[in-house]
C-alpha cells in the first residue's frame, strides 16, 4: 500500500468528558476513497470520535492528519481544514432561514469568497446530486427529514471535501426516508467519496463498507471487511453486539 | 369662541409636534438598536468581564425610573462632561435610546439563545470562523425571531417619550401643554392629543406586523406570533 | 460644603420624605391597580358582549396613551368640566388606570390558558358560572399571571416618579428639589436612583420568593414554557 494514497490519518485519540473517558485511544488510516463504517453500542464515543476529527470537539489527546498536515493544534487554520473536512449530522442542522440551495450556497460565498452566479451553479449541481434540485427554493421547514438530509449532503459536497464524516445520518429518520438517503451514500461511494460513517444499518455497512470498525468502551474493539467480522470465527463481539440487536427488536 | 376652528389655527403647531415625537422614537429606537444588538452578543458570547459589564448596564437602566435617568442625564452627567450645550431633544432621544438598549439587548440575548446549538455546529464543520457564523446564521435567525418582541418597544418608547416633556423637549405633550395654557381650552386638546398618541401607536404597531408577515419564512413563528 | 455632610444631613433626610411619598402613592394604587386588572380581565373574557367590548377599549385606549398625559387629563383636564382632585389622588387615580389595564392583559392571557375542562367540571358540580370563575378559575389564572403581575407592579413603582410633574414631591421631586436648591445634580439624582434601585432589587427578589411559595406542584412553569 501506497502511504501517497492515505488521506486521513487518526492517532491515539483520546477524550474525556468530566471523569468519563469517553475515547480511550483510537487510532486508522483513511484511504482515498474509502469508505469506513463505525458500528457499535450508543455511548462508546462513534460520535465524539467524528467530532475529533474536525476538531468540533477538540480531542485531549492524539493527533489528526489530512493529506499528511497536521489538523489537530492547526489554530485559525481549523476552518481550512473543516472545508476540506464535510460533516452529515444526525439531525441534519440546514439553516433553517435559507433555502435549499442557500443553505449550499452559504459557505460557498461566505468562506470560500465565490461569485454569487458561480455558487449558485455550484449549488445547484450538488442538488442535483443528491436529487433535490426540484427543491431548491423550499426552506428546511417544509422538507421531510430524508430531504432535508439529502441537502445537508449538498451542503458539505459543496466545499469539495477530501473526506465526509457522517454521524448517524438515518437514525432521525423512519424506514422509508432511510432508503432515500442510503441510496445517495451508496451512490457517494460508488462515485470515490471517502466517507467516515457512523450508523446502525447493518445492510449499508456489509453492502458499502471496505472497512467495518466495531467500537465498544472507547476503543476499537474489532476491525476488517464486513464480510471478515461477520463470518470469520476468530471475531465474535460485533456478532454478538448484531445479535443483541436484533433479539431486541424482536421483543 | 370655535374649539374647532381653534384647533385647526394649531393644527401646524400640533402636527409639528409628532414630528419631533416621531423623531424622538425613531432616534432612540435607532440608538437602542445599534447598542442593544452588541450588547447582546457580548451577553451570549463574550467574555465574564463584559457579561458582567452589560449586566450591570441592563441593571442600571431598566431599575431606573425614566424621568429620573432625564433629570441625572440633563441636569447632572452631560453638563458634568462638558456636554451642556446638548439640546434637550438630543439628551432626551440619547436618554430614550440608552434605556431602550437595556431592554432590546435582553430582547436579542433571548432570540440568539434560542437558536439551536446545532446552528453554530454546522456553521463551524463548514469552516466558518465564529464571527461569520454568528453573522451570516446565527443572527439573521435572532433577529427574526425577536422582531415581535422588539415591535412592542416601539409603543414603549412612544409613551415615554412624553417623559422629555420634564426636560423641556419640544414634543407633542410639550406642545399640548403650550395650547392649553395659550388657549384656555383644555378637555378637547387633551383628547386630541391623546388620539393623535392612540393613532400613531397602533399604526405604527400595525406596519412593524406587517414587516413580521412580510419577512417571514416557513418554520420561524414570527407570522403567527 | 463637605460631600457626606450633604449626603447624610441634607439629601438622605429630605429623600427619605419623598421615599414616604412613593410608598403611600404605591400602596394606594397597587391594590386597586389589581382589583381593576381582574375586573377588566374577567369582563372582558365572561361579560356580555357590551362588558367585553367596555373592557376591550378601556384597554385599548389607556395602553396607548402615554401615562404622562392621563396624569395631565386627570389633574389640569378635569377641573375643566368640574371635577378636581388633588394632585395625590389624580396620581393614585391614573396608576391605578393604567396599572389595572395591563394587569388586565396578563390575567386575560392567563385565563385563556385555563382549559376549557375546568369550567366544566366545576359547573358539573353545582357551582353557578361566576363561582366557578371565583373559586376555580381565577385562583389558578393569577397564580398564572403572577410573573406578569410582578413585572407591571415593578413598572408602577418606577412610574410613580410622574406623580411629580403634578407637583407631589415623592421621591424624585424631592431629589429635583435639593438638586436644585444645592445645585448638585448628579449626587442627587444618582443617590434617588440608587433608592429605585434597591426598590426594583427589593421587589424582585420578594417576588421570586412568592412565586415559590404559591407553586402548585406540576402547574406554574410548565405550563408558561409551553405557551411560551
Same mark, same amino acid.
Given at each position: ?166 454521524? %448517524? ?41 471496505? %472497512?467495518?470498525?466495531?467500537m465498544e468502551n472507547g476503543v476499537v474493539a474489532e476491525q476488517g471487511s464486513p464480510?471478515?467480522?461477520l463470518h470469520d470465527p476468530r471475531f465474535t463481539r460485533m456478532k454478538d453486539f ?10 | ?34 447598542l442593544g444588538l452588541p450588547m447582546a452578543l457580548g451577553q451570549v458570547y463574550g ?59 435582553? /430582547? ?29 446564521? /446565527? ?87 | ?16 420624605? =419623598? ?112 363561582? $366557578? ?84 406542584? =406540576?402547574? $406554574? ?8
Amino acid at each position: 500500500m501506497n502511504d501517497n494514497d492515505i488521506v486521513l490519518r487518526v492517532e491515539d485519540i483520546h477524550k474525556s468528558f468530566g471523569g468519563n473517558e469517553v475515547l480511550r485511544g483510537v487510532s486508522f488510516d483513511v484511504r482515498r476513497g474509502e469508505t469506513k463504517v463505525f458500528i457499535g453500542p450508543s455511548g462508546t464515543g462513534k460520535s465524539t470520535l467524528l467530532r475529533c476529527i474536525n476538531q468540533l470537539t477538540p480531542p485531549d489527546r492524539g493527533k489528526v492528519w489530512l493529506d499528511g498536515e497536521e489538523v489537530t493544534n492547526s489554530g485559525a487554520r481549523i476552518n481550512y481544514f473543516r472545508q476540506k473536512i464535510g460533516m452529515v449530522f444526525q439531525n441534519f442542522f440546514l439553516f433553517d432561514h435559507l433555502t435549499a440551495l442557500k443553505n449550499v450556497e452559504l459557505a460557498l460565498l461566505r468562506v470560500r469568497g465565490m461569485g454569487k452566479a458561480e455558487a449558485r451553479a455550484k449549488a445547484l449541481t450538488e442538488l442535483r446530486q443528491v436529487g433535490m434540485e426540484d427543491w431548491a427554493d423550499h426552506y428546511p421547514a417544509e422538507l421531510s427529514g430524508g430531504q432535508a438530509q439529502r441537502v445537508s449532503i449538498a451542503r458539505a459536497l459543496a466545499m469539495d471535501p477530501d473526506v465526509i464524516l457522517f454521524d %448517524e445520518p438515518t437514525s432521525a429518520l423512519d424506514p422509508e426516508l432511510t432508503r432515500e438517503v442510503l441510496e445517495v451514500m451508496r451512490k457517494l461511494a460508488r462515485e470515490g467519496m471517502t466517507m467516515l460513517v457512523v450508523t446502525h444499518e447493518m445492510g449499508f455497512a456489509c453492502s458499502v463498507a471496505n %472497512e467495518v470498525l466495531f467500537m465498544e468502551n472507547g476503543v476499537v474493539a474489532e476491525q476488517g471487511s464486513p464480510d471478515l467480522l461477520l463470518h470469520d470465527p476468530r471475531f465474535t463481539r460485533m456478532k454478538d453486539f448484531i445479535g443483541r440487536i436484533d433479539s431486541r427488536m424482536e421483543d | 369662541m370655535d374649539v374647532l376652528s381653534i384647533l385647526i389655527d394649531w393644527l401646524p403647531y400640533l402636527l409639528s409636534g409628532v414630528a419631533s415625537t416621531l423623531g424622538l422614537v425613531l432616534a432612540a429606537l435607532t440608538l437602542g438598536l445599534l447598542l442593544g444588538l452588541p450588547m447582546a452578543l457580548g451577553q451570549v458570547y463574550g467574555s465574564r468581564p463584559v457579561r458582567w459589564v452589560v449586566g450591570v448596564y441592563v441593571w442600571f437602566f431598566r431599575g431606573l425610573p425614566i424621568l429620573v435617568l432625564l433629570f441625572l442625564f440633563w441636569f447632572g452627567i452631560f453638563p458634568g462632561l462638558g456636554l451642556g450645550d446638548l439640546s434637550a431633544f438630543v439628551v432626551g432621544a440619547v436618554v430614550l435610546g440608552l434605556r431602550g438598549a437595556a431592554y432590546q439587548s435582553q /430582547i436579542f440575548r433571548g432570540a440568539i439563545q434560542s437558536v439551536g446549538e446545532g446552528q453554530m455546529i454546522a456553521a463551524r464543520s463548514l469552516g466558518m470562523s465564529r464571527v461569520t457564523a454568528i453573522r451570516s446564521v /446565527i443572527l439573521p435567525q435572532a433577529m427574526r425571531i425577536a422582531l415581535p418582541g422588539w415591535s412592542n418597544e416601539y409603543p414603549n418608547i412612544l409613551t415615554d417619550s412624553a417623559v422629555c416633556y420634564a426636560i423641556g423637549v419640544v414634543e407633542l405633550l410639550t406642545i399640548t401643554a403650550r395650547m392649553v395654557t395659550q388657549t384656555h381650552i383644555t378637555m378637547p386638546i387633551y383628547l386630541a392629543t391623546a388620539g393623535i398618541f392612540i393613532i400613531l401607536n397602533y399604526g405604527g404597531l400595525k406596519a412593524l406586523h406587517r414587516l413580521e408577515k412580510r419577512i417571514a419564512i416557513p418554520g420561524f413563528g414570527t407570522g403567527a406570533m | 460644603m463637605d460631600q457626606s455632610v450633604f449626603i447624610f444631613d441634607i439629601l438622605l433626610p429630605a429623600l427619605m420624605q =419623598g421615599l414616604v411619598v412613593t410608598l403611600q402613592l404605591i400602596a394606594c394604587s397597587a391594590p386597586f391597580g389589581l382589583a381593576l386588572g381582574i375586573a377588566v380581565a374577567v369582563g372582558r373574557q365572561y361579560g356580555g358582549r357590551v362588558t367585553s367590548w367596555l373592557c376591550k377599549t378601556f384597554v385599548f385606549l389607556i395602553k396607548g396613551t402615554p401615562l404622562l398625559l392621563l396624569l395631565f387629563i386627570l389633574y389640569f383636564g378635569l377641573p375643566a368640566i368640574g371635577i378636581t382632585f388633588s394632585a395625590f389622588v389624580a396620581s393614585v387615580v391614573g396608576f391605578i388606570l393604567c396599572n389595572g389595564a395591563y394587569n388586565a392583559e396578563y390575567i386575560r392571557g392567563a385565563l385563556i390558558s385555563i382549559k376549557d375542562g375546568q369550567m366544566v367540571a366545576a359547573r358539573s358540580l353545582g357551582m353557578t358560572r361566576w363561582q $366557578a370563575i371565583k373559586n376555580v378559575i381565577l385562583p389558578q389564572a393569577l397564580r398564572r399571571a403572577i410573573p406578569g403581575l410582578s413585572n407591571e407592579f415593578i413598572y408602577l413603582i418606577k412610574y410613580s416618579s410622574l406623580a411629580y410633574m403634578l407637583t407631589v414631591i415623592e421621591l424624585s421631586g424631592a431629589g429635583k428639589l435639593v438638586a436644585t436648591k444645592y445645585f448638585t445634580y448628579t449626587e442627587s439624582f444618582a443617590v434617588v436612583g440608587v433608592i429605585y434601585l434597591v426598590l426594583v432589587t427589593i421587589t424582585t427578589a420578594a417576588v421570586s420568593i412568592l412565586e415559590r411559595r404559591v407553586a402548585v406542584p =406540576g402547574t $406554574a412553569r410548565a405550563a408558561t414554557a409551553a405557551q411560551l
